[in-house]
């Protein structure tokens, strides 16, 4: 149960309605929750616009950064929220089977890289071969842009468990067995 009330839009200010409105997700309980701050609400959706656009990455390879933050972290509501995304950003089934089991050899060089970049920045283990590793493929600009990427989304990991935030609906499943592929 979540540690903060789950605001119904009726009761979001003015400002924080506004926020809600505009996440192309919809009143999800993440935000609902946080809109209990709408200054932190606010902050969180304008970093994350920033760093998703200026990443260094499409869509996927942001998605990508997403879903290992959150199968890293083992944070059910970022797994949840972001499997359809990243479907629909172009990731396949098998590359969310891999992300969820850590199985590097079924990824491509550049996912490897990126998978173990970081898996290690989670951990706080980034070192000169994981670094060096990751710079095979990306600049140093798209570096920092994924290492901050990777940032935003563990800080919110971290956030949305310290806050007992749930999950809308039923868990798509770690191993996908809950995925309604029939949308």
């Known amino acids: 149960m979540a540690r903060v009330p789950y605001l119904d839009f009726d009761d979001l200010s003015p400002d924080a309605a506004a926020l809600v409105e505009e996440t192309s997700l919809g009143p999800l309980n993440v935000f609902r ?3 209990n701050n709408p200054a932190a609400l606010a902050t969180l959706t304008k970093s994350a616009g920033v760093l998703w656009t ?15 933050v959150a199968r890293a972290t083992d944070n059910a ?7 359809e995304l990243g479907l629909d950003a172009g990731l396949t089934t098998a590359e969310l089977h891999a992300i969820n089991t850590g199985d590097t050899d079924a990824l491509s060089p550049e996912d490897a890289a990126l998978y173990s970049y970081v898996t290690a ?11 060096e590793q990751l710079a095979e493929f990306f600049d ?25 935030i749930e999950v809308e ?6 191993d996908l067995k809950n995925l309604d592929t029939t949308a």
């Open 140 to 164: 140093d600009s798209a570096v920092v842009g994924i290492t901050m990427l990777a940032g935003e989304y563990l800080a919110l990991a971290r956030t949305i468990d310290a806050l007992g």
């Open 121 to 131: 920045y989670v951990d706080n283990a980034v070192d000169d071969a994981v670094h």
């Open 77 to 83: 509501y970022e797994w949840h929220q972001h499997v």
């Open 54 to 68: 200026e990443a260094g990455l499409d869509n996927r390879g942001a998605e990508f950064v997403i879903l290992t």
């Open 169 to 174: 609906g039923e868990f798509v499943g770690w």
């Open 33 to 35: 929750a946080l809109a």
